[in-house]
């Protein structure tokens, strides 16, 4: 069973910088995509980051030269450090995970989520950003 647990949310100020976590078990795949996707208030759940197990990674316009997604394989951990944060990065945060088939680009995953769907998710951590 695939279990995906955020954690590192909380509220910080315009201007500062958190780190997520997502500690995956029971997910083997030597071919995935992993991503976080966020959903604001009111809004539709959007995809923020992603990285495969090649390690290259793929960002939304609005968060490039912010955030940074990385993962630690022997901990089965992913990561997204965030800086530079914004009242709009204000969310709740969701890890997910894919199954990457004959060597597909990961970024439709972010780019066209309604298209591309993911496999597992977490419940999510909640960021705020106060100005």
């Known amino acids: 069973q695939v279990q995906l647990v955020e954690s590192g949310g909380g509220s910080v100020q315009a201007g500062g910088s958190l780190r997520l976590s997502c500690a995956a078990s029971g997910f083997t795949y030597s071919s995935y995509c992993l991503a976080w996707f966020r959903q604001a208030p009111g809004k539709e759940r959007e995809g923020v980051a992603i990285i495969d197990d090649i390690e290259s990674a793929t960002y939304a316009d609005s968060v490039k030269g912010r955030f940074t997604v990385s993962q630690d394989k022997a901990k089965k951990t992913l990561y997204l450090q965030m800086n530079s944060l914004k009242p709009e990065d204000t969310a709740m945060y969701y890890c997910?995970?894919?199954?990457?088939?004959?060597?597909?680009?990961?970024?439709?995953?972010?780019?066209?989520?309604?298209?591309?769907?993911?496999?597992?998710w977490g419940k999510g951590t909640l960021v705020t950003i106060s100005s």
């Open positions: 997910a995970a894919g199954v990457r088939q004959g060597g597909s680009w990961c970024g439709w995953r972010i780019q066209d989520p309604a298209t591309y769907g993911m496999d597992y």
